[in-house]
């Protein structure tokens, strides 16, 4: 069966920097546009940023400026079947529970919904 599990994520200070890893399992991982979700305590699901499969494209929340777009950066490993999120500059705001998502896209786009998901890494920023 797909499988998605995240890791990466812990309890840091304000300011450092974290790298989220997504092990896919059970699919064409090269087939599948990849994406990267949060959810902080009482509120909805929020996208942050997806990236085609081949990792030529990469689309952010629309609502995130130049300066946030900047401390998220997605990458992939297609011969790993791995997807990772870098954080830099963390924020005591990022703390979340970050979800990865798979979606069939071999022809390249970024996808508005994701039918495969991981079940969550925690990230907790301190100030």
């Known amino acids: 069966q797909v499988q998605l599990v995240e890791s990466g994520g812990g309890s840091v200070q304000a300011g450092n920097s974290l790298k989220l890893s997504c092990k896919v399992s059970?699919?064409?991982?090269?087939?599948?546009?990849m994406a990267w979700f949060r959810q902080a305590p009482g509120k909805d699901r929020e996208f942050v940023v997806a990236?085609?499969?081949?990792?030529?494209?990469?689309?952010?929340?629309?609502k995130y400026g130049e300066s946030e777009r900047s401390r998220f950066t997605i990458s992939r490993d297609n011969p790993t079947n791995t997807a990772s999120l870098q954080i830099d500059g963390l924020k005591p705001e990022d703390t979340a529970v970050y979800y990865c998502?798979?979606?069939?896209?071999?022809?390249?786009?970024?996808?508005?919904?994701?039918?495969?998901w991981g079940q969550g890494t925690q990230v907790t920023v301190s100030s």
């Open positions: 990236v085609t499969w081949n990792g030529e494209e990469a689309k952010y929340n629309e």
């Open positions: 059970g699919l064409t991982f090269k087939s599948y546009a």
């Open positions: 998502a798979a979606h069939w896209a071999p022809r390249g786009g970024i996808p508005i919904d994701y039918n495969y």
